[in-house]
């Protein structure tokens, strides 16, 4: 057996693939682009072995998608491929509306062909699975319930409103093609290989560099987070039992102020790696200005996957967060080659021909 997964270099791609093949013998076909975010080196641990069959390339090329499937056969598209920084999406929408809107929906079409010519058992046992953001949600008062799958979808940012058109388009393929379409959104991940352009990330690399940690506005923005294996956990779970046809929110039970994050982090780093000065990391903490348009709250209630598919994330903050800085710690090579771009060459010679 063979899954498809779109997305498989990115962070949390990578994360899924990499847990997938140490649990399961199924084969997987990545799927990426290799944009900017995507890093074959977060794969570098399963050279050699057959059951990872990467290809470089995009979700939006029908052709090459479609001769993937024909070829491989899988019984199911996890689909993480996507431009998935609201900052950047803030500075250039376009390439977030090719990949998340005409990608899926090309990467919907070609699989509802392939699908449409499955026997009979194929055709009920197949499962497209996407996998969505509880920023397509909006934004929450700060005494408003968590989001459950019945909130209507209210996107604030280029980023989210083209999550939103991508997950309409999965829903519409369901309810009009019969599509077997599972989505999950999720709540904030963090943990190993997260591009450090997001918070966490930035605020680990930028502290050992001596740099400013920024905090956007004031820095009281919440958000739920959930280490990233509990994502990957969650949507082995999904794929597995899910009902054909629903959502299901994934979240961590676990809001944090973006201020409070920054400082357990510069907490965490004072213990692990302490600065020569003997002050602590966060004298580095500087408030720079607010994004445009910020989301004040996210909140997930991930009650249905619980009650329905028995999932609940294993992880705490405190033990994920410092598993997390312990990872990028013991990893700086990565995060060297990240930053300084060498990642980029590397990918550049290994598909020069
Ligand atoms: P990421 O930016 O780290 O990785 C995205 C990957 O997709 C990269 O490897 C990139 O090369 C690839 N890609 C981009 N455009 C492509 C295209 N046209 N064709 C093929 N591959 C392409 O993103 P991530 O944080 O790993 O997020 C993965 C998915 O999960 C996204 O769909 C995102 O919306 C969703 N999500 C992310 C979070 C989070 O906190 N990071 C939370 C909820 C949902
Ligand atoms: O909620 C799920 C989403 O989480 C995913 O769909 C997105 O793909 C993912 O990038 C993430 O979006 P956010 O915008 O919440 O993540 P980011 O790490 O960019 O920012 C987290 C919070 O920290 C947010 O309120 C903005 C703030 N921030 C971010 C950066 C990069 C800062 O204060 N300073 C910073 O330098």
């Known amino acids: 057996m063979t899954i498809l997964v779109t ?17 399961s013998g199924e ?64 500075h250039g929408p376009e390439d977030f509306i090719q990949t998340n809107i005409v990608g899926t929906f090309r990467l919907l079409e070609a699989v509802r062909a392939y699908w449409s010519g499955l026997a009979n058992h194929g055709r009920e046992a197949f499962r497209f699975l996407h996998v969505s953001t509880d920023e397509v949600y909006g934004s929450l008062a700060a005494d408003a319930p968590a989001f459950t799958e019945s909130n209507r979808y209210k996107p604030n940012s280029p980023y989210s409103a083209s999550k939103a058109a991508s997950d309409h388009l999965v829903r519409a393929y369901h309810h009009t093609y019969g599509l077997p379409v599972l989505t999950t959104n999720c709540s904030n991940n963090y943990g190993p290989f997260h591009f450090p352009e997001k918070l966490i990330p930035l605020v680990i690399h930028n502290a050992l560099a001596g740099k400013a940690l920024p905090i956007y506005g004031d820095g009281q923005q ?39 994050v920054v400082r357990l982090v510069c907490e965490l780093l004072d213990e692990l790696n302490p600065r020569h000065e003997g002050t602590s990391y966060a004298s580095q903490i500087v408030y720079v200005a607010d994004r445009p348009g910020h989301d004040h709250r996210y909140a997930i209630d991930a009650g249905k996957i619980e009650r329905e598919l028995g999932w609940r994330p294993q992880e705490t903050f405190a033990s994920g967060i410092r598993k997390t800085v ?28």
């Open 7 to 23: 997305g498989g270099a990115g962070f949390i791609g990578s994360n899924f693939v990499l847990d997938w093949l140490a649990g």
């Open 27 to 90: 084969w997987v076909v990545n799927v990426d682009k290799l944009t900017y975010a995507g890093n074959l080196q977060n794969l570098s641990s399963l050279a050699g072995d057959e059951r990872h069959v990467f290809v470089r390339g995009d979700i939006a090329d029908s052709d090459l998608i479609a001769r993937l499937l024909a070829e491989h056969q899988p019984r199911a598209v996890v689909n993480f491929a996507a431009e998935s920084h609201v900052d950047r999406s803030i």
């Open 222 to 260: 919440i958000r739920d987070w959930l280490y990233v294996k509990d994502h990957c956990s969650a949507i082995r779970r999904v794929l597995e039992a899910g009902a054909v046809g629903a959502t299901y929110n994934v979240g961590g039970w676990n809001e944090q102020a973006n201020l409070d």
């Open 326 to 353: 312990q990872w990028y710690l013991g990893n700086q090579e990565w995060v060297a080659n990240v930053t300084s771009g060498a990642y980029r060459d590397w990918i550049v010679q290994q598909y020069a021909s």
